[in-house]
């Protein structure tokens, strides 16, 4: 069983399109992030929902919108997409909030804008 | 403010040889620290942790860590590398207390293996 899975794992798409990448984890978490993974393999955290309530909202464009419909789930919508927003994103869950529990990775999905 | 500094973005060692990876954070209260490792084309599983207590941290896959205090540092080695090792490996910092949350992820060290 998957532990925390994403879909799409490919998205492409041109400029301006909306998408959703969907997130979903059976491992039981009351935590849920959306990380950002660039070129350069540098991972930037972007939001966190705690039993949905959002925790972290980092500085991302607005265009970017998380919603979690119940603590096994946490959705990224990406309106007007830009080339810039090209990256791998990759889902997280761990137990509870707190520096303490590590964190569980989906498998990623890789956004390419053209 | 936590931060971590993984000194190499490259490194290549010999089947069979040592492995270490640095790693060394900044955080003003006691930090936790993870190493993660990525494979290519996966997400991140994580090696090991530190929270608190013995500082010789044992992972998965032959791999440990120890934290120095006095050092600020939490290195990954491994005493004999397997082909099967080369990945990207991240370190990452947290810390207890409020907004502790957050992960502070390293830039990545590439570690490749040569036959």
């Known amino acids: 069983d998957t532990a925390v899975s994403q879909t799409p794992k490919y998205l492409v798409t041109q400029m301006g399109n909306d998408k959703s990448i969907k997130c979903e984890q059976n491992?039981?978490?009351?935590?849920m992030y959306w990380y950002k993974q660039d070129s350069k393999k540098f991972l930037k955290i972007m939001f966190s929902?705690?039993?949905?309530?959002?925790?972290i909202n980092e500085t991302v464009p607005n265009r970017f919108s998380p919603k979690s419909p119940d603590k096994a789930h946490l959705n990224l919508h990406i309106n007007s997409l830009e080339l810039g927003d090209s990256a791998v994103y990759f889902c997280a869950s761990s137990q509870m909030r707190g520096g303490f529990y590590e964190q569980y990775f989906g498998p990623g999905t890789r956004l390419t804008v053209t | 403010a936590q931060s971590v500094t993984q000194l190499g973005s490259h490194v290549s060692v010999s089947e069979g040889a040592l492995v270490l990876l640095r790693c060394n954070y900044s955080s003003s209260v006691p930090p936790y620290l993870f190493w993660y490792v990525q494979y290519p084309n996966q997400g991140l599983q994580l090696l090991l942790k530190y929270t608190t207590g013995a500082t010789l941290v044992k992972g998965i896959n032959g791999f440990e860590a120890e934290f120095k205090k006095s050092e600020t540092s939490f290195h990954l080695t491994k005493p004999s590398a397997h082909m099967s090792d080369a990945a990207e490996y991240f370190c990452a910092v947290s810390y207890s207390g409020a907004g502790s949350y957050q992960l502070t992820f390293g830039k990545g060290t590439k570690l490749s293996v040569i036959p």
């Open positions: 491992l039981g978490h009351d935590t």
């Open positions: 929902y705690n039993n949905k309530e959002l925790i």
